[in-house]
């Protein structure tokens, strides 16, 4: 199984960017799906994340500014940032939480991380 990110890159603050990630490989079940993102030095944090289904859980700092889709024909999940401040320079990484076959257990699996770097 691989998640490959993209979309990454730098912007002035303000402005937007939108992440794509698609997972690919031997894939039974496709569950939860996130983004976290990582600051120099500090742990990975909860971005935003969405179910099969749907239903989206943001990070306060985000709420109103970021959103969260996926395409599950696609296996793909993508985040849309809007009104990006400094304090958004961070890599990202997208998440998904999958089953590879049938009767395996759930496992998360991560992306290589992209670097979103804004601009004050």
């Known amino acids: 199984v691989q998640l490959q990110a993209s979309g990454g890159g730098l912007v002035q603050a303000g402005g937007s960017l939108r992440l794509s990630c698609r997972a690919s490989?031997?894939?039974?079940?496709?569950?939860?799906m996130g983004w976290y993102r990582q600051f120099p030095g500090k742990q990975r944090d909860l971005v935003a994340r969405?179910?099969?289904?749907?239903?989206?859980k943001y990070a306060d700092s985000v709420k109103d500014r970021f959103t969260i889709s996926r395409d599950n024909a696609e296996k793909t999940v993508y985040l849309q940032m809007n009104s990006l401040k400094f304090e958004d320079t961070a890599v990202y990484y997208c998440?998904?939480?999958?089953?590879?076959?049938?009767?395996?257990?759930?496992?998360?699996?991560w992306g290589q991380g992209t670097l979103v770097t804004v601009s004050s």
């Open positions: 998440q998904a939480a999958l089953r590879q076959y049938k009767g395996s257990y759930e496992a998360d699996y």
């Open positions: 490989g031997s894939i039974f079940s496709l569950n939860n």
């Open positions: 969405i179910t099969s289904d749907g239903r989206t």
